[in-house]
């Protein structure tokens, strides 16, 4: 019987699927095939973690200049993983499982979406590879990148929910907004408005029954919201006091990040032809779907498709108008540049549209993320080079020794590398900007 289904399986596998997992298995390669992956504040969670762990143990050493915070404060999720994760393996190990977590967990949660809101177009789940191995996910935003893989896998899941009539249990997106909120409060934030933005929608075209189902729909909505909404209200009243100076880029400066894919270009100029060729082949293919669309008068521009234009749109809007730096949280413009992008590929991929442009534009992305990639490999070897070599001298320090290093170096990716010691050799490094933040868990 065993055999039979997995035969079914096997069949049931397309192109589509098989070049899917292969590019997602080429994005994971520049991970497996290192020891270490430094991202720039990667080293930092990392040192944080193998910190909340020796807190958890009774360490004495830790206990005295750290202290676990008790309050569930977002960016929870990744320490918390990781320093489960140290518990039984070394600490590059489990620095690396959380990273293919949030690498692979946002390729597949996208991939469920589309399959949701857009079967039988699984070519159109390749739009998400220039997502993976992204600018947030090199500066090390691991709650954040965690976050996007469980906003994506929500969504799905509340699409099913209203496809079925609102008849599903709450119960699974209340455990996803809740883990949701512990990763990252700005992704919850904008999962929260998604969610409510979709139900009014579903409302007000009365799909499957929606306006019949309100009070059903209210209901499931407290179960699914109440908790993580409370813990937020919670988060803000106990840190309204340390919000960050808001601080904007000029418009100017915002639309050429726009035009040159900054969502994804991390390094600089060897990478921005790639990420340019990206984001202008995504920008031109929707402004030919939105054209046709209105002068053919097509009736589909009022269905749920148009809820994610129409959100990557709002999104877009507020990368141009929201501070860079705000409520106690930095680089808030690239962020809410990639939710535009990653909004707006979802709609491509519900657009109605010539195949020529559709196979033009997976094309486009595909080769322009591969040669990307193979830049953003030949980086990441050069930058594990100059890690191994300082922690060449890791073995020579005793286990609870304090540091505080001094950072001459002019590259900006080595800002952290030295909380490496702390994760590694359990050397209590004083050079920790996390701990200082009002959200950590330490």
Known sequence: MRRVQWAQRWRRWSAADATFFVLVLLHTLPLLSTRWFPTLDGPCHLNNARILLELVRGNSAFGRYFAINPYPDPNWLGHALMALGMSVLPAWFAEKGVQLLALCGSAFAFRALLSVITPGRPWMALLVMPFLLCFTFFMGFINFSLGVALLLLALAEFER???????????????????????????????????????????????????????????????????????????????????????????????GWTMDGRAWMTFGDAERPWTRAIAIALLIAALIGVARSFLRREQHRRGAAWFWLLSGCAAFVLYLVVPDSMVGGTFTSPRLLMFSMLLLCVWLATMEAATWLRIALIIIVCCGDLVHLSIQQRIMRSLEDETNELLSVASALPGGSVLLPLNYSDNWMHSNLSNYFGAERKAVVLDNFVATAPFAPV
Do not use: C, T
């Open 161 to 255: 929910w209203i496809g079925q009539r609102y008849a599903r249990s709450p119960w699974p997106m209340a455990v996803l907004l809740l883990l949701l909120y512990l990763s990252h409060l700005m992704v919850f934030a904008i999962g929260v408005i998604l969610l409510l933005s979709r139900v009014f929608w579903s409302v007000a075209a009365d799909e499957n029954g929606a306006r019949g189902s309100i009070r059903g729909i209210g209901r499931h909505l407290v179960i699914i919201l109440s908790l993580p909404v409370v813990l937020a209200i919670g988060y803000f009243i106990r840190h309204h006091d340390h919000a960050a100076a808001p601080k904007r880029w000029d418009l100017i400066e915002l639309l």
